[in-house]
């Protein structure tokens, strides 16, 4: 492990003593350096100027922590320790990472990959299920989630078609995440992942984002 990150892994163990949580159903409990999912993250963190985003990663990957403390271990998915070893992830094979959404309001996190120029999966969503008018939203312009410079919509669940922004047809997400299941969101024709720069959790009653996360600038795949 890199310098960098032993300081990422402190923070990760910090305030933490003694014996730690059992790993869910699909998971093992392995050394940190082992979990490429888990040595990613702690890579974002260590390279963000975002306090915010920083701490927001600390914080998951605490959660992750497994076994004693003196043995640096985490849970980490038994099928893939990483997304690069997923054979259906990307068009070359390989899953691109876009970032961490931030939570606003209601809970919302997750982290984002591009699995394709067509399909965003998003690990680990988290979100309380309380907004009234709530779906995916994104934008091909701009830093900030708005209504005005939403034009792409990420219906989910995808039932196949497109939607603009004051279709009221657009399926509403209706239930609670407790990050133990992933999110797939389909672009609609003439869209692909590298021409945006933001997908938000959007409620259009209120016209508020309830978090988002932004496109690294000059994404690519």
């Not at 068009?91 to 996190?109: L, P, Q, Y």
């Not at 997400?173 to 999110?183: L, R, T």
């Not at 997908?199 to 984002?209: E, G």
């Amino acid at each position: 492990m890199q310098p960098g990150h032993f300081i990422a892994v402190v923070a990760v163990w910090s305030g933490t003593v003694g014996a730690q949580g059992f790993c869910s159903s699909g998971e093992e409990c392995i050394s940190i350096r082992s979990c490429l999912t888990i040595v990613k993250q702690l890579t974002i963190a260590k390279e963000t100027s975002d306090l915010a985003e920083k701490r927001l990663i600390i914080s998951q990957v605490k959660e992750k922590v497994c076994g004693e403390r003196k043995e640096r271990t985490v849970c980490c998915a038994r099928e893939s320790s990483s997304l690069e070893e997923d054979e259906s992830a990307g068009e070359g094979g390989e899953a691109v990472s876009i970032g961490f959404f931030k939570n606003i309001f209601h809970d919302i996190s997750g982290q984002a990959y591009a699995l394709d120029s067509k399909t965003v999966l998003i690990k680990g969503f988290t979100y309380d299920g309380e907004g009234p008018d709530t779906f995916f939203l994104a934008g091909t312009s701009g830093s900030r989630p708005s209504s005005r410079k939403g034009d792409v919509v990420l219906p989910w669940p995808n039932d196949g078609n497109e939607y603009s922004y004051n279709d009221r047809n657009i399926p509403l997400i209706k239930q609670s995440f407790d990050g133990k299941e992933d999110i797939v969101l389909t672009l609609p024709p003439g869209k692909t992942v590298d021409q945006l720069k933001w997908i938000s959790v959007w409620c259009r009653d209120f016209d508020v984002n309830f978090g988002h996360v932004n496109f690294p600038e000059n994404f690519s795949l």
